[in-house]
């Protein structure tokens, strides 16, 4: 590092870091950091035990002293979490504040605990920092989950970029992993200070003043210089943890004068945290890569091991392998046994002590690859990061700041037999109608999903919301718990203390927004809650729906309502439902209300004909299920004066004609014979056709099979018609066909092949592909204009 810098500049920072940061004669000695480095824990731990501080001052939001006896607790385990929440008018914030066991910050609480002795975070609030930034700031700009402490600013200064280039290292991870974490650990505290301050006070004289201003450092710094001369009144031996970025600014001489804008409801809560959340690769804004690799590095020099990361390699070899081979990838012991001696190699050649992360990857990297690299053969490597970054979660001990949403969601994932305690993703599958246990499951599921916890994500199984698939008896469900399905939890605590709660009041509070006259909105969340087993909200959200209907005058409306309520009717023993003659009267009511409305459709806006066709076929389905013959007759006397309007669009033509020739009402020929007069009528009738079809296929589609007459003038249409209107015609009527399942096609296609007088093999070869298509176009184009180039055309 020395041959970068001028020797006289080198040993003004040497003297700094000797006298005014680590000296150990000093009332306050100040000790530099990167948040989650194993090898400044590991210093720290030597500086604490010969120094003997009588309190330790920690770069930590001073808002949060209050969950230090929480976080030093014996039954918290690592990774954990501190969570801000601040809301403005105009947004939320949120951030967040991790430790891990072999984060600096974690281990001084844990050294303060052991020498009973008293530790506090000395920094500004995250509310309270944000208030400091201008609006324009990037972090008031963007709603993005944020780490409180941000080493961007260190690892991009341009003294950074230069050193890697020179130390010939990829990134700064592995500049850092080189020169302080595989040699740091093998100097004495007091030079590993002294390289850690040099490297941080570099880097921090790339920016000027304006832009330590603009990030809120020079304020953070002058409020922790506040802290640190309070703590000077009381105590006679004062240890510093903060990040090296800021150690220079904290013995600095700077007049600043600064005002602390408070933040007002400013949320603050112990969380669990995951090692892919703190991964660094994984978007996390600060600290090391790797997470779970340092971990074991940690423990290895807790250990006193003479090689921690050696070490540390050697756990992932063994475990590599075998994830390979349930992968059924053909790795073998042989491999494992040249990547390592390929680290070792590695690192002689890089001038490294023993390999490490980088080593360990460039070495698996070279060893099992077979072959060049691409996604086919990059299993291993990515195994490789997967298991250096692990899958754990952590443990927040039990305290009475523990949010009760929270702790009934993880309550109720006990209940259910729900795995947790890793952040894979796990599969869930549920019988509905055998199993009662299950069903209550699946209101567990439907209540985290209504929350927005992305806590869990249905694969399979009805789908009520949209009624597709409602006669499927499984649900499949994929879930995983992490810190982010926490902090949703924690933001829906507002709502109420267990998870049925919250989403019945965030439900609550969404239907008093809702017109009181749609009634199918209120009918939809109706069975949201009732799948979400809120059986007590689905009592007044039932009242809310027969007064709605009363005021509902909306055809559509109405009809999805009523579609809703025979749903729930249909699955009265899978929903628990109790009052179904209530259920039942309202069915009644509602029916007859949509029905009297069916003359009323005759000239609708063109966006609601498809819906009206759809709603059209369900009220003929129901109305066949009727008992009363004037239910019945009513529903065909409304159909009979809409087909009597002049202005019925053709796809509601074709709906009605067919329900009715259903009904006996109108002969079955009755269908042939309006489709023959668009067929065969003027040119705009023919652009009609294919909607009549489509109305027709929708309620009747086997009327084609039955009606020798339809098939017959349908071809006569096709063959009379110019190629522009056929193009018109076509797309239309390919979607009027798309109502055929395959079986009922192959027998069109025998139909079609006798008219024909063809084969069905014929009728159903491959089409000419588009490509061939443009192809023979464009030869035969060229070929045209070298004949005329001839004279020959």
């Known amino acids: ?417 729900l795995q947790i305690s890793t952040t894979g993703r796990n599969q869930k599958i549920l019988e509905l109608y055998a199993k009662k246990t299950h069903r209550q499951a699946s209101h567990f599921f439907h209540c985290m999903q209504f929350l927005g916890t992305e806590f869990c994500q249905k694969e399979a199984g009805p789908d009520w919301m949209n009624y597709k698939h409602v006669n499927l008896v499984r649900e499949t469900w994929r879930y995983g718990y992490s810190s982010y399905v926490e902090a949703r939890l924690i933001e829906a605590s507002i709502y109420g203390g267990t998870v049925q709660e919250a989403a019945a009041q965030k439900l609550e509070d969404m239907v008093k927004e809702l017109p009181q006259h749609q009634s199918h909105e209120l009918a939809k969340w109706l069975l949201q809650a009732i799948v979400m087993g809120l059986e007590e909200l689905g009592e007044r959200l039932f009242e809310l729906v027969e007064q709605s209907v009363k005021q509902d005058g909306h055809f559509l409306s109405l009809c999805q309502t009523l579609k809703v309520l025979t749903m729930l009717h249909e699955q009265k023993r899978l929903f628990g439902l109790k009052d179904t003659a209530r259920l039942e009267r309202l069915l009644d009511e509602i029916y007859y209300e949509a029905v009297t409305k069916i003359a009323w459709q005759s000239n609708p806006h063109p966006d609601e004909w498809s819906a009206i066709a759809e709603q059209l076929k369900f009220l003929y389905t129901v109305s066949e299920q009727k008992q009363a013959a004037d239910a019945r007759e009513i529903f065909s006397d409304q159909l009979q004066a809409l087909l009597n309007s002049d202005q019925l669009p053709a796809n509601l033509v074709g709906v009605v004609t067919a329900i009715l020739c259903n009904l006996a009402v109108l002969d079955r020929s009755e269908v042939s014979r309006r489709a023959r007069a668009y067929m065969l009528g003027s040119p705009d009738q023919i652009l009609h056709t294919a909607p009549y079809l489509q109305g027709v296929f929708l309620v009747a589609r086997d009327y084609l099979f039955y009606e020798e007459a339809l098939l017959s003038d349908l071809n006569q249409m096709i063959s009379s018609i110019s190629y522009d209107d056929f193009i018109q015609v076509v797309p239309e009527l390919r979607l009027a066909f798309t109502y055929f399942s395959p079986m009922e096609i192959t027998m069109l296609s025998e139909k079609v092949a006798a008219l024909f007088n063809a084969s069905v093999g014929d009728v159903m070869g491959s089409f000419v592909d588009e490509k061939v298509m443009r192809e023979a176009r464009r030869l035969d184009l060229g070929i045209k204009e070298e004949y005329a180039k001839w004279n020959l055309i």
């Open 1 to 417: 590092m020395g041959s970068l810098l001028q020797r006289e500049e080198m040993d003004q920072i040497n003297k700094l870091a000797a006298e005014e940061v680590y000296n150990l004669n000093k009332q306050v000695v100040y000790f530099p950091i990167r948040h989650h480095s194993p090898a400044c824990s590991f210093h720290l731990k030597k500086t604490i035990e010969a120094y003997q501080p009588t309190t330790i001052l920690i770069e930590g939001p001073d808002n949060s002293n209050h969950l230090i006896p929480i976080l030093a607790n014996d039954q918290t385990q690592p990774p954990v979490s501190i969570y801000y929440a601040y809301t403005t008018e105009e947004r939320k914030y949120v951030c967040y504040f991790p430790f891990l066991s072999y984060s600096p910050e974690y281990v001084a609480l844990l050294e303060a605990k052991r020498l009973q002795i008293p530790a506090s975070f000395i920094d500004l609030g995250y509310g309270s920092r944000l208030e400091s930034l201008e609006d324009g700031h990037d972090l008031k700009k963007h709603n993005e989950k944020q780490s409180y402490h941000d080493e961007r600013m260190l690892s991009g200064s341009s003294f950074i970029q230069q050193l890697c280039a020179t130390l010939k290292c990829r990134n700064f991870d592995e500049l850092w992993e080189k020169v302080f974490e595989i040699e740091g650990i093998r100097k004495t505290s007091a030079d590993f200070v002294k390289e850690v301050f040099a490297y941080c006070y570099l880097s921090r004289k790339c920016y000027d003043d304006a832009a330590l201003e603009a990030e809120g450092d020079l304020i953070r710094e002058a409020h922790m210089r506040k802290k640190i001369e309070e703590a000077k009144q009381t105590h006679d031996r004062i240890l510093v943890v903060t990040g090296g970025f800021h150690t220079y600014g904290l013995i600095e001489n700077r007049p600043v004068t600064y005002t602390v804008k408070k933040a007002k409801e400013e949320k603050v809560y112990p969380m669990v945290y995951t090692y892919q959340e703190a991964d660094q690769l994984n978007g996390y804004a600060s600290g090391m890569p790797f997470v779970h690799y340092y971990e074991n590095v940690w423990r290895a020099l807790e250990k006193k091991e003479n090689a921690p990361f050696t070490k540390s390699a050697l756990t992932y070899l063994p475990h590599l392998l075998k994830k390979l081979r349930d992968k059924d990838e053909s790795n073998s012991t042989a491999d494992a046994i040249e990547a390592y001696s390929l680290m070792s190699g590695l690192a002689v050649m890089r001038e490294k002590s023993e390999g490490g992360a980088y080593e360990l990857l460039d070495s698996v990297l070279s060893a099992f690859t077979k072959g060049e690299r691409s996604i086919a053969t990059n299993q291993p490597i990515e195994a490789l990061r997967e298991l250096m970054t692990g899958d754990g979660i952590g443990q927040v001990a039990k305290n009475n700041l523990d949010v009760p949403i929270v702790r009934d969601c993880k309550e109720k994932c006990k209940t259910h037999k």
